[in-house]
């Protein structure tokens, strides 16, 4: 008999290393065990373009530490030696010198001291020197980006009132540029671009000076800015073309391969609407710039990639949502303006993901919903994923970890979530992504960038509001989604305690919520709370403060009254409406609440961060060389993976 697949792993500083299994790999032909093998290479082969993105000195950090790691000859008890290594660990998670969730540059917890005398042992080769660098020159310059808090705080700023640009150290923009230089400069590229199908402009380049002080765009591209990790990449590319699914999927890779060597946004349209178009691959990826919650100003995309294999049984659930995304538009709470006439090619399905690369690994997204434009989305629709054998990771390390009895009110509210929490739990993230996402429309002549650095807090409250809102209604339960009527109000219950209390522990006390996603659902808790006090109350039991719901059924009137709005700010751009509601929702934290909250989990002794080691794939040959197969091994450990991925991958 098989032993159970042991998803817990390595655990260190804030973080829960979890494998997630690929089920159904080893059934697959060998020409789609190939197609998942050069498509993965491909996703990894990206890595070092996230790197440079999220932090200039973010490779020639990493190269440093990892040549200390590997050359060190010192006592391994050494406390400086085992706070350089949690250091390194928790670097090479976020994919740099900055916390993945809270942006803030992490605190070394070895000496400057101990830095110096590792780094001074090794020879100038194992760092990245600039032309005529000396070697003391990059190991000051490195030493003092690592130790001196005040250099590169913050990788995104998004404080209201400040220069969000000179105010964070991520790479999308040279220095010196202003926030007001950028904005100014992207507002005169799209008027003149077409107002009906804008490309999204700047996505795909870093914005930078010439020599006569002229703004322009490095574009990334073949022959550009990341050329030889795009050069690789095409080349996996093209290896997986040969065992595409279908023709469709072989003019996907082509117009993907096209856009890499030309950088021009609509050859990347182009792509991005036969992406959508093609929906009958049973092996599916991604592969590019995609989201922009790493820039500031929300224009430019960090490099991400993943693979998947469709998982058959568990998209029947996601496809009664997509065939009936007419009704769920048409019966929104939001006003008839905002919704859209005809819902046009919303695909759905759930996953089993094969790798996760770039800005999805080692931190994933458990659902995801692509193409970001807007108007390709009117116009041909959407592919929306679950990731089901993530979610069922997460599942399994939640299980007897004490949060529910720690954190949740009473008996009977543990009873319920225990029965329908995981169920709902996966639901709400189809509405959200299947649906969410995909719903409404703006208004003519808005722009689609109209929100700044609002937008993606408001965009993912959207979806969750849509989510909400609906994972309450009979239709669900008609289509044989929910058991019952009872069902939902696990969902409202896990989802306030998070928004409202339990997402707290992942910040540190004195800080305020950075990330969009927190910041979405602080904002949506916090309005309900406020605006629905009769349906929602924070209370005090034996000295410690609860969740309490006494009126589910008005709390869905709320969820729809402030989707209504959401859609409306969204709708119509309007820029101060989405700075009141995020600013005065999602933002602050009441610090006598918070401490309490730490200190409850602090108790469980439990990582409020998780995220994932991949599997390794490895192609088979027989005597003659020729491929015979793909294996696929889970055995890997966290540290070996990483050093291995700066070694093979290794593209800049």
Same mark, same amino acid.
């Given at each position: 008999?098989?032993?159970?697949?042991?998803?817990?792993?390595?655990r260190?500083?804030?973080?829960?290393l979890l494998?997630y299994?690929?089920?159904?790999?080893?059934?697959?032909?060998?020409?789609?065990?190939?197609?998942?093998?050069?498509?993965?290479?491909?996703?990894?082969?990206?890595?070092?373009?996230?790197?440079?993105?999220?932090?200039?000195v973010?490779?020639?950090?990493?190269?440093?530490?990892e040549a200390?790691y590997?050359?060190?000859?010192?006592?391994?008890?050494?406390?400086?030696?085992?706070?350089?290594?949690?250091?390194?660990?928790?670097v090479?998670?976020?994919?740099?010198?900055?916390?993945?969730?809270?942006?803030?540059?992490f605190?070394?917890?070895?000496?400057?001291e101990?830095f110096?005398?590792?780094?001074?042992?090794?020879?100038?080769?194992?760092?990245?020197?600039?032309?005529?660098?000396?070697?003391?020159?990059?190991?000051?310059?490195?030493?003092?980006?690592?130790?001196?808090?005040?250099?590169m705080?913050?990788?995104?700023?998004?404080?209201?009132?400040?220069d969000?640009?000179f105010?964070?150290?991520?790479?999308?923009?040279?220095g010196?540029?202003?926030?007001a230089?950028?904005?100014?400069?992207?507002?005169h590229?799209?008027?003149?671009?077409?107002?009906?199908?804008?490309?999204?402009?700047?996505?795909?380049?870093?914005?930078?000076?010439?020599?006569?002080?002229e703004?322009f765009?490095?574009?990334?591209?073949?022959?550009?800015l990341?050329?030889?990790?795009?050069?690789?990449?095409?080349?996996?590319l093209?290896?997986?073309?040969?065992?595409a699914?279908?023709?469709?999927?072989?003019a996907?890779?082509?117009?993907?391969v096209s856009?890499y060597?030309?950088?021009?946004?609509?050859?990347?349209?182009?792509?991005?609407?036969?992406?959508?178009?093609?929906?009958?691959?049973?092996?599916?990826?991604?592969?590019?710039?995609?989201e922009?919650?790493g820039?500031p100003?929300?224009?430019k995309?960090?490099?991400?990639?993943?693979?998947?294999i469709?998982?058959?049984?568990?998209?029947?659930?996601?496809?009664?949502?997509s065939?009936?995304?007419?009704?769920?538009?048409?019966?929104?709470?939001?006003?008839?303006?905002?919704?859209?006439?005809?819902?046009?090619?919303?695909?759905?399905?759930v996953?089993?993901?094969a790798?996760?690369?770039?800005?999805?690994?080692p931190?994933?997204?458990?659902?995801?919903?692509?193409?970001n434009?807007?108007?390709i989305?009117?116009?041909?629709?959407?592919?929306?994923?679950?990731?089901?054998?993530?979610t069922?990771?997460y599942?399994?390390a939640?299980?007897?970890?004490?949060?529910?009895?720690?954190?949740?009110?009473?008996?009977?509210? %543990?009873?319920? @979530?225990?029965? *329908?929490? =995981?169920?709902?739990?996966?639901?709400?993230? +189809?509405?959200?992504?299947? !649906?969410?996402?995909?719903?409404g429309?703006?208004?003519?002549?808005?722009?689609?960038?109209?929100?700044?650095?609002?937008?993606?807090?408001?965009e993912?409250?959207?979806?969750?509001?849509?989510?909400?809102?609906?994972?309450?209604?009979?239709?669900?339960?008609?289509?044989?989604l929910?058991?019952?009527n009872?069902?939902?109000?696990?969902?409202?219950?896990?989802?306030?305690?998070?928004g409202?209390?339990t997402?707290?522990?992942?910040?540190?006390?004195g800080?305020?919520?950075?990330?969009?996603?927190?910041?979405?659902?602080?904002?949506i808790? %916090?309005?309900? @709370?406020?605006? *629905?006090? =009769?349906?929602?109350?924070?209370?005090e039991? +034996?000295?410690?403060h609860? !969740?309490?719901?006494t009126?589910?059924?008005?709390?869905?009137?709320?969820?729809?009254?402030?989707?209504a709005?959401?859609?409306?700010?969204?709708?119509?751009?309007?820029y101060e409406?989405?700075?009141?509601?995020?600013?005065?929702?999602?933002?602050?934290?009441?610090a006598?609440?918070?401490?309490?909250?730490?200190?409850?989990?602090?108790?469980?002794?439990l990582?409020?961060?998780?995220?994932?080691?991949?599997?390794?794939?490895?192609?088979?040959?027989?005597?003659?060389?020729?491929i015979?197969?793909?294996s696929i091994?889970?055995?890997?450990a966290?540290?070996?993976?990483?050093?291995r991925?700066?070694?093979?991958?290794?593209?800049l």
């Amino acid at each position: 008999m098989s032993q159970p697949f042991n998803t817990l792993q390595e655990r260190f500083a804030d973080l829960q290393l979890l494998r997630y299994e690929v089920p159904g790999f080893n059934l697959l032909p060998l020409r789609q065990k190939l197609l998942v093998y050069y498509l993965s290479e491909a996703a990894l082969l990206g890595r070092d373009i996230l790197w440079d993105q999220n932090c200039s000195v973010g490779l020639r950090i990493r190269k440093t530490l990892e040549a200390i790691y590997t050359h060190y000859d010192g006592p391994k008890d050494n406390a400086e030696w085992q706070a350089f290594v949690v250091y390194l660990k928790r670097v090479w998670f976020s994919n740099g010198i900055h916390h993945h969730y809270s942006y803030l540059k992490f605190e070394p917890g070895f000496s400057r001291e101990f830095f110096m005398t590792e780094v001074n042992k090794l020879d100038a080769d194992s760092l990245l020197l600039r032309k005529n660098e000396t070697k003391e020159g990059a190991v000051a310059e490195l030493a003092e980006i690592i130790f001196n808090p005040e250099v590169m705080p913050k990788r995104v700023n998004q404080t209201d009132g400040e220069d969000l640009l000179f105010t964070s150290s991520c790479n999308y923009y040279a220095g010196g540029i202003t926030q007001a230089e950028a904005e100014a400069f992207y507002a005169h590229l799209k008027s003149k671009a077409d107002p009906n199908r804008p490309p999204m402009l700047g996505m795909n380049s870093r914005l930078e000076r010439n020599k006569d002080g002229e703004l322009f765009e490095n574009i990334w591209r073949s022959g550009g800015l990341y050329g030889q990790s795009i050069n690789r990449i095409c080349e996996m590319l093209c290896k997986a073309r040969e065992y595409a699914d279908n023709i469709q999927q072989k003019a996907v890779i082509n117009k993907l391969v096209s856009f890499y060597q030309s950088g021009d946004l609509k050859t990347f349209d182009d792509y991005a609407i036969l992406w959508v178009e093609e929906t009958e691959s049973e092996i599916d990826f991604t592969n590019g710039f995609t989201e922009v919650y790493g820039d500031p100003l929300g224009l430019k995309a960090s490099w991400e990639g993943y693979v998947n294999i469709i998982d058959h049984e568990a998209t029947r659930r996601a496809r009664a949502l997509s065939d009936n995304a007419e009704w769920f538009e048409n019966n929104s709470p939001v006003d008839s303006r905002f919704k859209k006439k005809e819902c046009r090619g919303v695909s759905a399905k759930v996953i089993s993901a094969a790798i996760l690369g770039g800005d999805l690994y080692p931190s994933s997204a458990i659902g995801i919903n692509l193409p970001n434009s807007n108007w390709i989305r009117a116009e041909y629709g959407s592919k929306s994923v679950t990731i089901a054998n993530l979610t069922h990771a997460y599942n399994i390390a939640a299980k007897g970890s004490g949060m529910r009895q720690e954190f949740v009110i009473d008996d009977i509210t %543990r009873q319920m @979530l225990d029965q *329908y929490g =995981d169920i709902c739990d996966d639901l709400h993230t +189809d509405l959200h992504e299947c !649906l969410g996402h995909g719903s409404g429309q703006l208004l003519p002549g808005v722009d689609a960038d109209a929100l700044r650095a609002y937008g993606s807090t408001i965009e993912e409250a959207r979806a969750d509001l849509f989510g909400l809102y609906y994972i309450a209604d009979p239709k669900l339960v008609e289509l044989g989604l929910v058991p019952n009527n009872e069902a939902y109000k696990s969902q409202y219950y896990s989802y306030l305690m998070n928004g409202l209390l339990t997402q707290m522990v992942r910040i540190e006390e004195g800080c305020q919520i950075e990330e969009a996603h927190m910041r979405n659902r602080a904002l949506i808790s %916090r309005w309900t @709370l406020e605006n *629905y006090p =009769d349906a929602v109350q924070i209370v005090e039991k +034996d000295g410690k403060h609860y !969740l309490s719901i006494t009126d589910y059924e008005l709390l869905r009137k709320a969820f729809g009254a402030l989707l209504a709005e959401v859609q409306r700010i969204k709708s119509e751009g309007d820029y101060e409406a989405a700075r009141h509601l995020v600013e005065k929702y999602g933002i602050k934290l009441d610090a006598k609440l918070h401490k309490e909250i730490r200190e409850r989990y602090k108790q469980l002794d439990l990582a409020p961060y998780k995220g994932f080691i991949n599997p390794r794939y490895e192609l088979v040959r027989n005597a003659e060389g020729t491929i015979t197969d793909v294996s696929i091994s889970y055995n890997e450990a966290y540290d070996k993976q990483m050093l291995r991925y700066s070694q093979q991958y290794s593209t800049l």
